[in-house]
């Protein structure tokens, strides 16, 4: 309690130290002491309790933090978040990164640079820590971070093929922070090419003698959380259609991307059924969104129509990818050709009633046998 009360009197003294600037000079000196104090104490959340206090503090004085106080600021928060034998709470890890978020609010540059260089080099848990704290700046809406994003987007990029799977969990929820951001800049609508480039990674390694490797528990998770990342992909923002269309289309045909046709079509038939009713409207709309369709790899009309059909009538254990492939196949039709919509729009529902009907009869079988197993 005693080693408390001082914590909260230095920060508090160093709030009134701030705002004088004749006085910073010993605020500072006050600052590097409070950091060290996360190598005395036991609890160490009353120090970011403190320390959260003066950056809040410091934000509202608008003045510039030395750059080698800032540095430890960086290296304290981040020594915390990537203790692997004295692992903070939730609470404390999300204090922690509001710290280095209030901070790149003020000294943005710094503060990137720091996080990017912690990628670079390092414990395998001190990449997980920055990607995390990259991801927290990713999602901040402040106008000093939101500047630095193609900065911090490309110091991401540099650990994209790291072999680590914790570290690579780590960059997938950095990609689901930076699009769930309302971010319409292309640059970063780039990564969603990471999400499938790392299912696929997932699905299967190729060992020696050219046979695949059986999938481990940690690589079906890395699995799933693509899935669920670009099951959550909020198509509805204002650009979206521009943005994403050429982006998603081109992961259609590769068979590899076939565990991923659920998310993708729900995806591709919302994103077809603006593009049918705003027609170019959206276009005009959105001058800074660059067209990229020059970019993406685009399937022909024929490639599209023959794989869709492939996986409609292949036999899956849930039937879902099935109807997920003609629903695709239905918003499609005027890619595929315009004379299909008439025919399509009788045959394929048909299809799609008795896939869907074996999809429930497949569902109801399967919760009567873990019934059953319980009972």
């Known amino acids: 309690q005693d080693k408390q009360a001082v914590l909260g009197a230095v920060a508090a003294m160093m709030g009134v130290l701030l705002h004088e600037e004749q006085h910073r000079e010993h605020a500072w000196e006050q600052l590097l002491w409070l950091l060290h104090q996360y190598q005395e104490v036991q609890d160490t959340a009353r120090v970011t309790k403190s320390l959260i206090y003066v950056l809040e503090m410091l934000e509202g004085v608008q003045t510039l933090i030395p750059q080698g106080t800032a540095l430890a600021i960086s290296t304290a928060a981040h020594r915390q978040l990537s203790d692997v034998t004295n692992e903070p709470g939730r609470a404390h890890k999300a204090v922690l990164s509001r ?12 503060t990137v ?8 080099g390092g414990s395998e848990a001190g990449r997980v820590a920055a990607l995390g704290l990259l991801g927290a700046l990713a999602h901040s809406d402040a106008p000093a971070t939101r500047e630095k994003l193609p900065q911090v987007v490309e110091a991401v ?4 093929n790291d072999p680590s799977a914790p570290v690579r969990r780590a960059v997938l929820e950095f990609i689901r922070e930076l699009l769930s951001s309302g971010s319409q800049s292309c640059w970063a609508w780039d990564v969603v090419g990471h999400i499938f ?12 003698g050219g046979l695949f490797a059986w999938e481990t ?6 699995q799933a959380l693509c899935v669920d990342i670009l099951g959550s992909l909020d198509v509805s923002l204002r650009g979206m259609t521009k943005l994403l269309w050429p982006r998603l289309l081109q992961y259609v045909v590769p068979a590899q991307y076939s565990g991923m046709l659920i998310p993708l079509s729900r995806c591709l038939r919302a994103l077809a059924e603006r593009r049918e009713r ?9 001058p800074d969104a660059v067209d990229s369709q020059e970019q993406a790899q685009l399937p022909t009309p024929q490639a599209l129509l023959a794989r869709l059909l492939v996986v409609a009538a292949a036999p899956h254990e849930s039937g879902e990818r099935a109807v997920a492939a ?4 239905q918003a499609l039709h005027g890619r595929i050709h315009r004379a299909l919509g008439v025919a399509w729009a009788t045959e394929i529902p048909l299809l799609l009633q008795y896939l869907e009907g074996k999809v429930r009869e497949g569902r109801e079988r399967l919760w009567g046998q873990r019934r059953g197993r319980a009972l």
Do not use: D, Y
Not at 99 to 109: D, S, T
Not at 278 to 286: F, H, K, N, S, Y
């Open 99 to 110: 710290c280095i978020v209030l901070q790149a609010q003020i000294c943005p540059e710094e």
């Open 113 to 120: 640079m720091f996080l990017h260089s912690q990628l670079n």
């Open 157 to 160: 990029r540099s650990v994209c």
């Open 197 to 208: 480039s790392e299912f696929s990674r997932s699905s299967g390694r190729l060992v020696a």
């Open 217 to 222: 528990p940690e690589e079906r998770a890395l």
């Open 278 to 286: 705003a027609g170019c409207a959206e276009e005009e709309e959105e």
């Open 326 to 329: 003609l629903q695709l196949l």
